[in-house]
């Protein structure tokens, strides 16, 4: 999140982890609410993921392929949003054609899951709590789990991009082709097929994902350092790239933190 802590209302955030038998598929399942009931409305932002999300709202319904830009909302009155995180692999087996196909789009529960997704938002939105909607999410993928053909390169797509964000030091996409054992090329497949990005695309996403948490912990950043640690051997290329994702220079987004001097 791109605002760490709302400076009025009330908000909350938890997550819980799927049962063993979906771990290979589903990241986590999610749970926001908020109550800017006597407060002006607030605008909380994300930076994308190479991941498919299935998200339910009050009055809204869809399955988000991944995005590349950052995603935005505006909190306002009362309300909740619920979501399944699929793991980067994840949703394939359950959408059966290359996750690059839905990239930046968002299509209707119904058009995946058919009949059984209409019901599951009308489920989600009869629930009263996080923990209900939880077990209503279990209950539509376990339903389906079944039938799915969920090949090995599932694991090997999850594997890659958690090597990918747990490496701060992995800035090309030669460095991940040499680690994996893949070529370019095969790599560039895999990631259309499974992730729905480019490998170059999740890199540097996660990178700046590094950049902003870092800026977010407090402690003095040079950015000419920060730059070069994440791969720009260019400070105005890295600030450009930070300014069209983020939408403000990392200096600017820093001074608009809360608690910041």
């Known amino acids: 999140m791109l605002v ?36 002006p409305p607030q605008t909380q932002e994300t930076l994308p993921h190479p991941n498919v999300h299935l998200v339910i709202e009050h009055d809204t319904e869809g399955i988000h392929g991944v995005h590349t830009a950052r995603f935005t909302k505006l909190l306002e009155g009362q309300g909740f949003a619920f979501g399944i995180k699929f793991r980067p692999g994840g949703f394939q087996p359950f959408l059966g054609k290359p996750l690059a196909a839905i990239a930046d789009t968002t299509l209707p529960p119904d058009a995946v899951f058919g009949v059984e997704g209409v019901a599951y938002v009308q489920d989600i939105r009869a629930c009263c709590d996080a923990q209900a909607r939880f077990a209503a999410a279990e ?14 390169d599932v694991a090997r797509a999850n594997a890659l991009v958690a090597a990918i964000a747990a490496d701060t030091g992995m800035v090309t996409v030669e460095a991940l082709a040499q680690q994996s054992g893949l070529t370019k090329r095969s790599l560039q497949r895999l990631f259309q097929h499974y992730v729905g990005a480019s ?42 790239e930070f300014t069209a994702l983020v939408g403000k220079p990392p200096g600017e987004y820093l001074r608009q933190l809360p608690g910041a001097a």
């Open 4 to 39: 760490p802590r709302l400076g009025q209302g009330q908000f909350s955030h938890e997550r819980q982890l799927p049962c063993a038998a979906l771990a290979e598929l589903v990241e986590h399942y999610w749970h926001v609410a908020w109550n800017m009931q006597g407060h």
């Open 139 to 152: 209950r539509l993928l376990l339903a389906r789990l079944p039938r799915l053909n969920v090949h090995a």
């Open 199 to 240: 490998p170059k695309w999740v890199i540097k996403r996660y990178r700046m994902h590094e950049a902003v948490a870092q800026l977010q912990a407090g402690v003095p950043v040079k950015l000419a350092q920060l730059a070069l640690d994440l791969g720009y051997f260019d400070q105005a290329h890295f600030i450009n």
